[in-house]
């Protein structure tokens, strides 16, 4: 891609102080390409491009950055900047900000606010972290049911530029009740005269507030939603999630689950700017336990001692087996966590999951166990060859069933699916492997 | 959630063959909730529901479905209302439909289509799978940039409840050429004389229809784009890709992604519906792979064979330590594959990612070594304990290079990343890391 190339003279021209030559950069890209490259900056580099941006782009270029990045830049800003900033953002991007700020800029940012802004903010700070109160937008222009579409159209017009979305109307009833939602196609496709209520799409969907916003986006995904209208506990109208909005949740929300599948905790800066302690803090967690669980390998190998100085053999294989019953308890708990996150499997599916699962697992299982015997007669012979076969299938078909029933039961009892990971999975994997192993050499080798 | 609830008595009714109750169910769900209970039942299930629905809904949930199911469903029905589908549908979903179809369903599909139809599928299936030119809509209202705004708004109106989106107008010169965007909230909050060429946004990005649909679909999400218009190699416009086609593209690569990751091909029909066959075969080319190459393991092992009869307690930790150095590797992996994935690290980013990853794995190796000191000195005594804490941290540093290394070489040489399976990079941490802890064996105990 030609970014790529420009991007590295953006770095360049600000390490060189070349303030015509960043100008220049500057008014050549769009405002999510500034927002990238700044994003590869820290605070201290970035905010050189930033303050030469022109007042009308500040904002898109601000509004594009990850929270990490915008306090970095805000700390940079003098006053009267750093005011007109807070002021000009959309309400939910602001609300995020300032939730996850350090106390000494939220407070400046919420004291420099008009007391509108200051109480629309202060309103979505109320709700819940990751919920949808958080990422919704009160700037809507709402229409009464009673209006006619013409009448409706010219309220649009005139109310439509401070918006941040027109193209889904929520339309209420008295007491802002919500009644459904119009689009402004349906008002610019319609005749001017019908009414309201009467093209009103009642059975859109909406939500509350309070529930988790990855759920909603992933409905507005489901629904083909620009907009989703947000409710409070007596449906009563609040906001409107967009579609800009549902787009960043989903991929975050998968960045966070491909983190947790492998171990690690979600970091949500980005990759460039996050430090080594950083990464070591998120990676540690899980892997400091499952090393510390590992020992139960440790104590079924120990059990077996006898058996592995009588047939040295043994052991040569142990990396072979417990590695394939890692790969196969891997795919299944990493294609359940998915189906589970998108939709496609309930809890209530248990049972017959299990199933299909066990039956993929013993199939890989014969497939491997023919390989493993060709391999293990090759460098050993046949008797622990077949050992070896045995073992895979049997682990193969176990690993399956733990892959898959690991992350339903962690969703039937409220913990997220996405924590058992992997690694967790091949852990567990490895000792009862073992076991399994360990105890068919016995039967067949008589040792 | 209570759509589970009442989800679970669509198949009871279908399978008790209760018309009436089948009929009254529909009636109270959406579009995209019947689909995602057809989705869950074979097709000749499926059909039941199907055709109790009014006409005007038939289409709504259809559009919804995977293309397998819409081709189970479209077996069931008759000639005139498989005609009828076909025909309404919007053009790019017929032609995934009808790409991904079986010869014989794809010439009965054509066939029964109008000339201007099957012209549009048939100019649309004239691209590349997985390119924007597959899931772009030809049926937009094209503005010319003469135009002044009242008179844009009338075409609209008049043109706009054929066009499958209105919010974004792609705004032509002469000969179709593209100039840029005007969105309908443009028209609607400006004055009607202002002209067309004096609010045309033309920096609006913009693709090729031959580019991959997976890097558009970030682009608009990126720059947060309810529609991206798309062009030919003379910048001629062909049409636009829509958010909610982005937010499916982006769903899927996604899923797509964490298959791989595990070391699985991507099965892209619906989980509940996939048979255990294509599991197993989606699944078992990586495992058989990966099982020959771990007879490098036993190679190794082999090669250290007398020193594994003299100490017996090496062989005890042996799981341990491969275990957590496929950890460790696995975790840069899937952070590098996903920051590829996102655009956060690019191809040029090599070293410093991988002197980042070095840090993370030396700093993680050195927490680690710590515990497996101790569990080693309890369990077997501080020799071997010793040779099993250096080789943590050896292996551990090996394996965040490894693991971070191969998704940047893979993406160098046009290799999709996501590839570089952690399944992959365990077994290269397995086989290397095992010669380092023999080797560090030999050196320390003498062995």
Request: hydrophobic content about 60%; glycine content about 8%; overall charge neutral.
């Given at each position: 891609m030609s970014e790529g190339e420009r991007a590295e003279e953006l770095i360049d021209l600000v390490q060189a102080n070349d303030l015509s030559g960043i100008r220049l950069w500057l008014a050549e890209h769009r405002p999510y390409e500034i927002a990238d490259e700044l994003s590869r900056m820290d605070g201290g580099e970035a905010i050189i491009p930033f303050r030469l941006l022109d007042k009308d782009r500040e904002l898109e270029v601000f509004e594009e950055l990850d929270p990490g990045q915008q306090q970095a830049i805000l700390l940079g800003l003098r006053d009267a900047a750093f005011r007109e900033i807070l002021e000009e953002m959309d309400p939910d991007d602001r609300a995020r900000l300032i939730g996850e700020a350090p106390a000494k800029i939220a407070t400046r940012a919420l004291a420099g606010l008009s007391l509108s802004e200051r109480k629309m903010t202060a309103a979505l700070l109320g709700y819940p972290e990751n919920s949808v109160g958080r990422y919704m937008t009160p700037e809507t222009v709402i229409l009464h049911r009673d209006l006619a579409v013409g009448r409706a159209l010219e309220v649009v017009r005139a109310k439509g530029a401070d918006a941040e979305t027109i193209y889904t109307l929520p339309v209420v009833g008295d007491g802002r009740r919500m009644v459904g939602t119009v689009t402004l196609r349906d008002l610019v496709v319609n005749g001017d005269e019908r009414l309201i209520k009467d093209i009103v799409d009642v059975f859109a969907p909406r939500v509350r507030a309070s529930e988790p916003v990855e759920d909603a986006a992933r409905l507005m995904q489901e629904a083909n939603l620009v907009s989703l209208p947000v409710v409070d506990s007596e449906d009563r109208f609040l906001g409107l999630l967009t579609f800009d909005d549902a787009l960043e949740i989903i991929e975050a929300a998968d960045t966070e689950d491909m983190?947790?599948?492998?171990?690690?905790?979600?970091?949500?800066?980005?990759?460039?700017?996050?430090?080594?302690?950083?990464?070591?803090?998120?990676?540690?967690?899980?892997?400091?336990?499952?090393?510390?669980?590992?020992?139960?390998?440790?104590?079924?190998?120990?059990?077996?001692?006898?058996?592995?100085?009588?047939?040295?053999?043994?052991?040569?294989?142990?990396?072979?087996?417990?590695?394939?019953?890692?790969?196969?308890?891997?795919?299944?708990?990493?294609?359940?966590?998915?189906?589970?996150?998108?939709?496609?499997?309930?809890?209530?599916?248990?049972?017959?999951?299990?199933?299909?699962?066990?039956?993929?697992?013993?199939?890989?299982?014969?497939?491997?166990?023919?390989?493993?015997?060709?391999?293990?007669?090759?460098?050993?012979?046949?008797?622990?060859?077949?050992?070896?076969?045995?073992?895979?299938?049997?682990?193969?078909?176990w690993a399956a069933v733990i892959g898959s029933a690991m992350p339903l039961l962690a969703r039937k009892v409220g913990v997220d699916p996405a924590v058992v990971s992997s690694p967790m999975v091949t852990t567990i994997v490895d000792a009862s492997g073992l076991l399994i192993y360990f105890s068919i050499a016995t039967v067949v080798l008589g040792v």
């Open positions: 983190a947790r599948q492998s171990g690690a905790s979600p970091v949500s800066d980005h990759y460039v700017t996050v430090g080594v302690l950083r990464l070591v803090a998120a990676r540690s967690v899980w892997l400091m336990l499952l090393i510390v669980a590992a020992t139960l390998t440790v104590n079924v190998m120990q059990a077996f001692e006898s058996a592995l100085e009588a047939v040295t053999a043994l052991a040569l294989f142990v990396p072979m087996l417990i590695g394939t019953g890692g790969n196969v308890g891997a795919q299944s708990a990493t294609a359940i966590v998915r189906a589970l996150a998108v939709g496609e499997v309930r809890v209530r599916d248990l049972p017959s999951v299990i199933w299909k699962e066990a039956r993929v697992g013993l199939l890989l299982g014969l497939l491997l166990a023919g390989l493993a015997l060709a391999i293990g007669s090759l460098l050993v012979g046949p008797d622990v060859a077949l050992v070896v076969a045995c073992s895979v299938i049997a682990v193969c078909t």
